[in-house]
């Protein structure tokens, strides 16, 4: 079976670094998504990954190894407003998106 | 460019029921994807159309269905409604017909199945 794993819950301070770990076992792999999701809200497109490496975009930063079936997403600086879930999705062969249950993100002062 | 949009935002209804959801994508979107999003079970893939033809359907029974209009607004419906369908239903629409590109998604409509 089609699965993507990710950590429940995190606690991180602000202004400091969070990672955010993400496995996958996938039928294939046309890429790897991160969104951001505050609670109450729809989600948000953060990053796509597709080769291996690392895409840094501002205070975010997304790391694929396909390898090893894993992607982090990396939050420098974080802020309050940085509290929210983090989802991870994987588009498999058939170009459907898996996705994670989500991490969700706690920031404190 | 206004955002994907969906109707109604929130809705009640009792086992047995049947419901209806709309969403209407982004101008020139023409893929829609449907999810149901529960607590500790993240997004669940239900379907994906893409000019009016279901291209990919994930493992949800046959009381859940969905179609495409011409002009892309997209409806699903949940016949026979159980308590465990209540979830946040959530359509998300894209530009490609690849798949691969950015899903922006719409505010979702809450069903509460009671």
């Known amino acids: 079976g089609q699965n993507i794993d990710q950590p429940t819950e995190m606690t991180a301070t602000e202004g400091a670094i969070v990672q955010i770990n993400c496995t996958y076992q996938?039928?294939?792999?046309?890429?790897l998504f991160w969104y951001q999701q505050h609670a109450g809200e729809a989600p948000t497109f953060l990053s796509y990954?597709?080769l291996d490496g690392l895409e840094e975009k501002g205070r975010f930063s997304s790391f694929l190894s396909r390898s090893k079936g894993y992607s982090y997403l990396l939050l420098k600086e974080l802020q309050m407003k940085d509290s929210a879930s983090y989802l991870c999705?994987?588009?498999?062969?058939?170009?459907?998106?898996?996705w994670g249950a989500g991490t969700k993100l706690i920031i404190k002062p | 460019k206004a955002g994907v949009t969906q109707t109604p935002r929130y809705l009640i209804k009792t086992r047995g029921q049947q419901v209806t959801l709309s969403c209407s994508p982004i101008?020139?979107?023409?893929?829609v994807s449907w999810y149901q999003q529960t607590p500790g079970q993240g997004l669940q893939f239900l379907f994906e159309?893409?000019?009016?033809?279901?291209?990919n359907k994930g493992n949800f029974p046959g009381r859940f269905s969905g179609r495409q209009f011409s002009n892309s607004r997209s409806e699903m419906n949940v016949s026979t409604l159980e308590l465990g369908d209540s979830a946040l239903y959530l359509c998300?629409?894209?530009?490609?017909?690849?798949?691969?590109?950015?899903?922006?998604f719409g505010p979702g409509t809450r069903l509460t199945v009671l």
């Open positions: 990954n597709v």
């Open positions: 159309y893409f000019s009016e033809t279901q291209r």
């Open positions: 101008s020139g979107h023409r893929s």
């Open positions: 996938t039928s294939g792999f046309n890429g």
């Open positions: 999705a994987v588009m498999d062969s058939n170009y459907q998106l898996i």
């Open positions: 998300a629409s894209s530009s490609t017909g690849t798949g691969i590109s950015e899903q922006f």
